[in-house]
Nanobody, 121 residues
Framework: QVQLAESGGGLVQAGGSLRLSCAAS????????MGWFRQAPGKEREFVAA?????LYAASVTGRFTISRDNAGNTMYLQMNDLKPEDTAVYYC?????????????????WGQGTQVTVSS
């Protein structure tokens, strides 16, 4: 079992920055993939970014968001710059023990509870 806990969400003005963290505990392994997804009100959850041997980004955040992970693999970060009102959502971190595309929700085995990010215009 792996437990995931997000932190770092909050309220920020458009153009501002936030850094989200995801702390993993339990049966952690630096080789598994980790990702960030988000869900805005009234919308389906969508892929944001992921990291395993390489990094992946959704087109909507490329150039603004940066995903990273500490050397032990237990903490993942999402640096979000130039935030826009359309980035407002609950952000979830997830861990994938299996192979498969990290863009797909179905690849992930464990999910955090989410952290709210609100960007005001």
């Amino acid at each position: 079992q792996v437990q995931l806990a997000e932190s770092g969400g909050g309220l920020v003005q458009a153009g501002g920055s936030l850094r989200l963290s995801c702390a993993a505990s339990g049966r952690t392994d630096s080789s598994y993939g980790m990702g960030w997804f988000r869900q805005a009100p009234g919308k389906e959850r969508e892929f944001v970014a992921a990291i395993r041997s390489a990094t992946l980004y959704a087109a909507s955040v490329t150039g603004r968001f940066t995903i990273s992970r500490d050397n032990a693999g237990n903490t993942m970060y999402l640096q979000m710059n130039d935030l826009k009102p359309e980035d407002t959502a609950v952000y979830y971190c997830a861990a994938a023990m299996r192979s498969g595309s990290l863009r797909w929700e179905s690849t992930y085995d464990y999910w955090g509870q989410g952290t709210q990010v609100t960007v005001s215009s």
